[in-house]
């Protein structure tokens, strides 16, 4: 049946002379030479040389082609030699003047190939060819069935006719009973290829026991065998009721886990059913968000669950877009028979991969432990040993395996092996607490744990030995239990014994102090002094631990501690103040307790103080105390005994208010240079220390600010008024008592013109 015929002329040039055919070259002499030339080419790559030879030949092409149609993956294919390699090209059977004609069934003669929206270019400015005209006819059977189309471009002198046409498409009509048989005898080999190549995949996957490799194979091959872009295979994890993919097409993470009822393939999972879906957007149980996030546009998809030999479903595998169109029946039949032959490897691949993931699991536990770690066999000969067993022994790998107890633990070290053997003998745990050995020529101390293994069958199957170092922990625990809370020395402990050697770093220091503790110890005498430190200390050092503070040092009745050492924390002046705070409620509620016995209360003065301090272990090899010294204890020293001076009972250095973040209400006291400084600083009274009511306290402060900054300018009498006007509003104000006093002495004895408005504190 001659092909139906559209001529397509953009353009209308000056039509040539139609092309003179060799003499006597009729149309069944052409359609002769076809069938014989054809015939005689053994294989379909040699037909279709030959037949793009002759069709270019015989309509006086510059070029020809010939595409046959793959309908698994809905393409036009033509295969070309270029020199010793034969490349096959591939394009949609809807794409292009080719894929047109294909799929109308009618042939095509374009006069202006660029001037065609069909036509495409870029294949010309890859190949540096430029295309002019074009005829192209579908290859029908005898059947009508369209089995691809014949191609020739540029007509060598003039232009293609339309007897052109009709030759060129009675050659292709010719050419289709030859083609066809071939076609159909290449997908029969192509078949047995596939089940060959089928058969060697579930052999090979029956041997792979690596999950990943096989996973990498399966979908692989899966992908392939049904034309899809992209394929996944996920596998249940019965622990968390999770489907998971280690690997998949297009697929950026290692490894991808949902809920095994969730989307399509939780859907296939629950069910067992298979689910073949030809519009993916138009099926709710799609989830959109996941192709706005790769790219990836899923058009069909097709998921059938994966059972193995048993009836349990152990996952499901799914493939998404078909090249073509959309799976089908033949498809889900070939992806389930492929599945059930590749579960039973899959299973074991998964089952090995569980077993080395807990072995690689417990290898690192063992490696990641600070403990030596060794396992011995029924002949207590060296198994495994970790890295610290090796950094405790002193010995390497080769050195340990395959050893003896007795080897690997001789002399002072040779209780070991005895207590293996009791453990063995007994069957039950045997534990040594700080015990003495000597591994790579050093004593140490250890604490020893030896455990009888057995398993279900063999029973006796060896022994654990476990050695925990504790010897550099004894001899800083020794050195810490005199000075430190059990918090800190944990944390020092972790630090190392480095930290003991002495390092500078910013802390504040607090200094406090019972005032007329004289007087008290005359009144309660040596019992009732000890007595009244006793509980006193308790308080206070509760206050100060609760901060975590480094109890530096008791005085006598005074007390240092350190905020910021030995580890230097953000809020180590917050922490001070309200250590300081807590430590003055606590006085309070002691001196309530005080006077329900009839005893005279206490009190007690608090300076506090940030600087930089050295801190380390200082003393002599008798006796070795942790300590801080530097200019800034000192200070702190001394605002503590200012306390009483100003009548106040906690006073901070301008170095720790500017260190505060808490908001606490303060007035700044004075600017003093202590005993053997030159530098002055500002001091700074916290009012949430004070126990009695501060009344009118926004007017007492605002006297007292105005005062201050009047008394510095050198105007005395305004500055006296300020501060007796504060006085007035609060006469139990001793600090604005003592300005009044400054005020009057400085108004009959004016100081010289270098006086800044700093006061020498003179008391230590």
């Not at 037909?47 to 510059?62: D, I, K, N």
């Not at 200390?537 to 503070?549: D, K, L």
């Not at 005279?600 to 010294?629: A, C, F, K």
């Not at 916290?686 to 005062?707: A, E, K, Q, W």
Request: charged letters at 30%.
């Amino acid at each position: 049946m001659p092909p139906r015929t559209k001529t397509v002329s953009r353009k209308s040039p000056r039509r040539p002379a139609r092309k003179e055919r060799p003499a006597g070259s009729t149309v069944a002499d052409i359609l002769l030479e076809i069938s014989e030339d054809v015939e005689q080419q053994e294989t379909l790559d040699g037909q279709l040389e030959t037949l793009v030879r002759l069709f270019s030949r015989h309509t006086g092409a510059e070029r020809g082609s010939l595409f046959l149609n793959d309908p698994s993956r809905g393409e036009l294919y033509s295969r070309v030699l270029q020199g010793e390699e034969r490349r096959e090209i591939r394009i949609l059977n809807t794409s292009g003047i080719a894929g047109d004609v294909f799929r109308s069934g009618e042939a095509v003669l374009v006069h202006d190939a660029s001037s065609d929206p069909r036509f495409s270019r870029a294949v010309d400015e890859i190949t540096g060819f430029v295309t002019r005209n074009i005829l192209c006819v579908p290859i029908h059977t005898r059947r009508g069935e369209t089995i691809g189309v014949a191609q020739v471009v540029n007509k060598k002198k003039g232009r293609f006719t339309r007897a052109d046409l009709a030759l060129l498409g009675a050659m292709a009509l010719q050419a289709s009973a030859v083609l066809q048989a071939s076609l159909l005898a290449e997908r029969m080999h192509e078949s047995q290829k596939q089940e060959e190549r089928f058969l060697e995949i579930v052999a090979e996957a029956s041997s792979e026991i690596k999950l990943r490799p096989l996973l990498q194979l399966i979908i692989t091959t899966i992908q392939r065998m049904l034309g899809a872009e992209r394929s996944t295979l996920f596998l249940h994890d019965e622990r968390t009721h999770e489907l998971y993919t280690e690997i998949g097409e297009g697929l950026e993470s290692n490894q991808i886990r949902f809920p095994d009822d969730r989307g399509i393939a939780g859907a296939v999972f629950s069910t067992r059913r298979s689910v073949n879906i030809p519009y993916a957007y138009a099926d709710l149980r799609f989830n959109p968000a996941i192709d706005r996030q790769s790219g990836f546009f899923t058009r069909s998809i097709l998921c059938v669950p994966l059972v193995n030999k048993s009836g349990r479903t152990i996952g499901v595998t799914q493939v998404l877009n078909k090249r073509g169109g959309s799976f089908t029946d033949e498809d889900e039949k070939r992806l389930k028979a492929f599945t059930a032959q590749i579960a039973i490897g899959l299973e074991n691949a998964k089952l090995f991969d569980d077993v080395q993931r807990m072995r690689d699991y417990s290898e690192s536990i063992l490696e990641s432990m600070t403990n030596c770690v060794l396992t011995l066999d029924e002949e207590s000969h060296v198994v495994t040993c970790n890295r610290a067993g090796r950094e405790l022994l002193g010995l390497e790998d080769v050195d340990i395996l395959g050893q003896t107890a007795a080897r690997v633990f001789p002399g002072k070290s040779s209780w070991i092996p005895e207590k293996i053997a009791q453990a063995r003998e007994s069957q039950k745990p045997e534990v040594t607490l700080d015990a003495e050995v000597e591994l790579a020529g050093e004593r140490r101390s250890v604490n020893a744990t030896i455990l009888p293994l057995r398993q279900r069958k063999r029973g006796d199957a060896g022994t654990l030995v476990l050695l925990e170092d504790i010897s550099k922990e004894k001899r800083m625990r020794s050195t810490m239990s005199r000075y430190m809370d059990a918090g800190i020395a944990e944390k020092l402990l972790s630090g190392g014994e480095e930290v003991l050697g002495g390092r500078v770093s910013e802390a504040t220091v607090l200094f406090s102090d019972i005032r007329k503790f004289t007087t008290l110890t005359e009144e309660l005498g040596a019992q009732g002094t000890v007595g009244l430190l006793n509980e006193y200390f308790t308080r206070m050092v509760e206050c100060i631990q609760t901060e975590e503070g480094m109890l530096d040092k008791f005085i006598g009745d005074a007390i240092m501690a350190v905020f910021g050492v030995p580890f230097t924390q953000e809020d180590d002046a917050d922490r001070a103040v309200r250590a300081a705070l807590a430590m003055l409620a606590s006085l309070d509620e002691y001196n309530r307790l005080r006077l329900e016995r009839a005893l005279s209360p206490i009190e007690i003065g608090i300076g506090l103080n940030t600087d930089e301090v050295v801190s380390g272990n200082i003393g002599s090899p008798r006796r070795m105390d942790y300590t801080v010294i530097g200019d800034g204890v000192n200070l702190a020293s001394r605002l503590e005994s200012a306390t009483k001076q100003y009548g106040v009972r906690l006073i901070a250095s301008d170095l720790t208010f500017k260190k505060l973040k808490a908001v606490h209400r303060t007035r700044e006291l004075d600017r003093v240079i202590v005993k053997g400084k030159t530098a002055p600083v500002a001091i700074h009274e916290i009012l949430d220390s004070r126990s009695d009511p501060f009344p009118h306290v926004l007017d007492v402060l605002g006297n007292f600010r105005d005062g201050l900054e009047l008394y510095r300018k050198r105007q005395w009498d305004r500055a006296r008024k300020k501060f007796e006007a504060a006085l007035g509003l609060h006469p139990g104000d001793v600090t604005s008592r003592l300005y009044v006093e400054r005020c009057r002495k400085l108004e009959k004895s004016p100081p010289g013109e270098d006086w800044d408005g700093v006061w020498t504190l003179t008391e230590k």
